[in-house]
């Protein structure tokens, strides 16, 4: 790979970023855990899963993956924003202990706003308006130029992420999942309202993106090669995790379902046995 130079991040803005959300969230649930949720014991298992959240986030933004993304390789930048969106904002959304939530978002002065914010309607709306128009060519090239711009698009993939997951992993029961017809129908619009971005980067016959048409080629992928590919990327992306998740739910609701009519039927008056 002649020309091709990647190397791990020190940016301070990213480093800061992740190092002050792991400080915030070492606070909430040690020292100040006593103030927020007194009979709650410290949440060893989320936070395992909140800490590699981070982890992996600085993986996703300051390996050599983000050097590849940002001057080389479409479909690594595309792996880039997957991994950021649906898989960085569901390990911290989990990794939040649901007394943590219950502080953050049932507050007076935020409240009014999560709820309609958090509402499936709005939460889809949301993220594919945002999806779609950063991979506009005039946003998505500035993204590429500037860095601030980049790390704009990117706090905003992860924040539209975490509310695009949050009707199928909520927590709590005052801003609760959306009901299994809902998040079967959510989960399974999601990947259709892709369809042109998909469609847009995967048979364009030119280059969408000429940052990429003027970089070394990485790997022997010409730049239309590469540009398909990140199209492949994110359908099939998109196919496990919206795909796995929705065969969950509707196992999970057949399975409730098929106990409930089970539980009614075993409930059932038996007729009395007519006396001889």
Known sequence: MDGIYVGWQLDPVLIGGILALGVAYTLATGPLRARLAPDQPYPAAAARWFYAGLVLMYLVEGSPLHDLAERYLLSAHMVQHLLLAYVVARMLIVGVPAWLWRSLLLHPLVFPTARVLLRPVVTFTVFAVSFAVWHVPTFYQAALLSSWVHHVEHVLFLVTAIMLWWPILSPIEEL??????????????????????????????????????????????????????????????????????????????????????????DMRPTAEPIAS
């Open 176 to 265: 609760p999942k959306a009901p299994y017809v809902v998040r079967l129908a959510y989960l399974f619009v999601i990947p259709i309202s892709q369809l042109p971005v998909f469609a847009g980067i995967t048979f364009h016959p030119d280059v969408i993106y000429p940052v990429y048409a003027m970089a070394p080629r990485a790997f022997g992928l010409d730049v239309l090669s590469d540009q398909a590919l990140a199209g492949a990327i994110m359908k099939v992306f998109g196919l496990l995790f919206f795909g796995l998740p929705f065969a969950r739910i509707f196992f999970d609701w057949y399975q409730r379902e098929n106990g409930r009519s089970i539980t009614q039927r």
